[in-house]
């Protein structure tokens, strides 16, 4: 475990497995787009070399003695970022895709419009890597479902491109699903009262490594999460 000062209020979690091919790429672009914020990755056990990567690069990291899938890793570094009196968090993920240059929107829309979570989404202007035909059928069903379920549109709920203020990390570092999160985490923000917003981005396709959603995996991931949203909504009082 690697850690580094607090020299900021603003943290953004990395969280890593089998990395390796893109991880220093996804740092030098948090450096140039986003020096005035912390930055920590979050390795999930990976099995490749991503740990000793980040050890000889002396990159700021947390080491998970086992694997807890993004949800864990994620959910790690929120309790990080409350442990150390970050008032903004924001996720990135360590394949590349998100870009932090659009940090600086998305904060100014948490600033402007008082929100909670801001989420970075690609179907807004519809530009850049749009994923899969498959993948946005189930982006699709997945909006159509929290609209349904809590009054909200919220047009990319599977982004992993996340800004959080006080209010939503102190949540996620109490309740965060294990994996597959970022669609239910919406819908229990929204419950608890957050006030969530979406900013146009454009992503990139992977830089390395590969996705932990497989087609064998994604009968599983609709069902999983469609049930965990069903249920989050029923139980709200």
Known sequence: MQMQTVKSKKLIIIPAYNESESILKTIEMVKKAAPDYDYIVINDCSKDNTREILVRSKVPY????????IGGAVQTGYKYAADNGYQI???????????????????????????????????????????????????????????????????????????????????????????????????????????????????????????SINPAKSIYYMVKVSLAILMARFSMK
């Open 62 to 69: 947390i080491d998970l003695p086992i694997n807890l899938g």
């Open 89 to 211: 968090a924001v996720q990135i993920d360590g394949d590349g895709q998100h870009d932090p240059g659009y940090l600086k929107a998305m904060e100014k829309a948490m600033a402007d419009k008082g929100l909670d979570m801001v989420i970075g989404s690609r179907f807004i202007e519809n530009e850049g890597f749009q994923s899969s035909r498959l993948r946005r059928l189930g982006i699709s069903f997945f909006s159509r479902l929290i609209r349904l379920c809590t009054g909200h549109t919220i047009t990319d709920p599977t982004s992993g491109l996340r800004m959080a203020g006080k209010k939503a990390i102190d949540l996620f570092t109490v309740n965060y699903p294990k994996d597959y999160p970022e669609p239910e985490t919406v819908v229990f923000a929204i419950i608890q009262g957050c006030r969530i917003g979406e900013v146009p981005v454009v992503m990139n396709e992977r830089q390395g490594g590969v996705s």
